[in-house]
């Protein structure tokens, strides 16, 4: 099979065709609305199922380990402030296309992944307020209308963003107040925080709660896919990215911490939509059912931030890597007013809603699939794997296309980093084997889209042409 040789640009030879106007304020939004509504909202009751009152824990070591690996994107985002992220990264210090298109499809793939389970968790809590429609057509409008969002243009889903991460924060300070109250009461039993209730050795039911508390500590790299629209990125993102991970991280535990105390951990194990459990338990002084109410719109707009976000990052990840002459050229065109990349949103959309449907299917033939935690642990499969090859990355590219202004990462944290990956990845796949035949059945679509862009010979459109381009309109504060 004759692979397309991938053509490397660099800073210097190569024009801006994506205005800088991202600040690192709303930088530091987009990290934090991002981390925030992937998971907290969504994952949490699994969390605590698989480990008991302690499962703070697993988001404290989680966020231990993603904040290391975010260390390795941001020295790696000074070196290049580009769109495509982890693929172009590893692109640099591989100069492998087979291997760059391999990266590329596992993070499209876990983005598409995400982007499914969030729209079920939003469904779940759509469900809690509106009884009607029926929840698949929720998810399917839910994605497509999102969709649109990012197609009218960057500004609006940034801005959106910045937005809603005030909402969800709200949110969680709802839970944590309520965590407060219930304390002062003296109604509360610390000693449920220790408690491991599952079966086994605590230890591997940390690793559990880890592997899928880690679904809520993604969401940080899809930074880097807007960093050719950063202003100063050198400066903005190590701080946006590392200030931004310890500020979710911090908020998780209070929260988790907050849930344990308020609610017996089987009631939120067993619950759709755990969080709202802390509110019904009506600790506040406000009607339980207006306070559900409120609080189940406030997740949906926190879901909507993470979704919202997620859906930008496929579409630039296709279009940064169509300039690279990686995926088809199809993938880098761009409305020619809008000035967003219609293909790969189109193409995004369709698969998502693919993935919603099979799951769907499946439970209606009576194969019992979580969709939420089923995508969520495909999420992280993909994700493990590519955060430890950027770790690995940013080790090989040291002393390549350094400047004065490159962050550079402890190594000894960076080593440190990959071995936490990689212990939660091996754990996942021996976990869930059955997820393995969804992670099979979207490389085998980044095959169908190998052979497009190698087998017919096609050439990926040039940066420097501004027709193939998605200019941002944002303004900076």
Not at 61 to 69: D, R, S
Not at 81 to 100: D, E, I, M, S
Not at 194 to 211: D, L, R, Y
Request: aromatic share 10%.
């Amino acid at each position: 099979m004759a692979a397309t040789q991938a053509r490397v640009s660099t800073d210097s030879d190569v024009p801006e065709d994506l205005k800088r106007s991202i600040t690192g304020r709303l930088l530091f939004f987009y990290v934090l609305g991002d981390v925030l509504g992937s998971g907290i909202y969504v994952l949490i009751g699994l969390v605590a199922a698989a480990i008991g009152g302690a499962f703070w824990i697993a988001f404290a070591v989680g966020v231990t380990i993603a904040t290391i690996t975010g260390l390795a994107y941001a020295e790696l985002v000074t070196k290049y402030p580009k769109a495509a992220g982890a693929a172009l990264y590893v692109h640099k210090a591989f100069r492998n296309n087979a291997l760059t298109f391999f990266v590329t499809v596992c993070m499209l793939s876990a983005v598409f992944a995400a982007a499914g389970s969030l729209a079920t968790g939003f469904s779940r809590y759509f469900g809690q307020v509106w009884a009607l429609p029926p929840a698949l057509l929720v998810t399917i409008a839910f994605i497509l209308l999102l969709s649109v969002v990012n197609y009218i243009g960057i500004t609006e889903s940034v801005v959106a963003n910045m937005v809603m991460t005030f909402v969800e924060v709200a949110g969680l300070l709802i839970v944590m107040v309520i965590g407060v109250i219930h304390v002062a009461r003296g109604d509360a039993d610390f000693a449920v925080l220790t408690e491991f209730t599952a079966e086994g050795s605590p230890v591997i039911a940390v690793i559990a709660g880890v592997a899928l508390a880690f679904f809520a500590m993604t969401g940080f790299e899809n930074a880097a896919n807007v960093a050719e629209e950063t202003i100063n990125p050198s400066k903005a993102f190590p701080r946006a990215l590392i200030g931004g991970m310890l500020a979710a991280g911090v908020i998780y535990v209070l929260v988790a911490a907050a849930a344990a105390l308020v609610v017996p951990t089987d009631v939120l194990g067993e619950s759709p939509a755990a969080l709202l459990e802390v509110v019904r338990a009506g600790v506040l002084p406000i009607d339980v059912d207006v306070m559900v109410t409120l609080f189940a719109v406030i997740a949906m707009v926190a879901i909507t931030n993470t979704t919202l976000v997620v859906v930008v990052t496929q579409s630039r990840i296709l279009y940064g890597m169509a300039r690279e002459d990686v995926v088809p050229p199809a993938f880098g065109r761009v409305h020619p007013s809008r000035r967003s990349p219609y293909v790969a949103l189109t193409f995004a959309a369709i698969v998502v809603c693919s993935l919603l449907l099979i799951g769907a299917a499946l439970n209606g033939v009576g194969v019992d699939v979580d969709v939420v935690a089923r995508l969520a642990t495909v999420t992280v499969v993909f994700i493990l794997f590519i955060y430890a090859l950027v770790i690995v990355a940013a080790l090989r590219l040291r002393g390549q296309d350094d400047t004065e202004d490159t962050f550079r990462a402890s190594t000894p944290l960076l080593y440190l980093g990959l071995l936490g990956n990689l212990i939660v990845f091996v754990y996942v796949i021996w976990d869930d084997p059955a997820s393995l035949l969804w992670v099979v059945g979207l490389l085998a679509l980044g095959g169908v889209l190998y052979a497009v862009q190698n087998l017919g010979g096609t050439k990926g459109p040039k940066a420097g042409a501004t027709e193939t381009s998605p200019t941002s309109t944002i303004e900076g504060a």
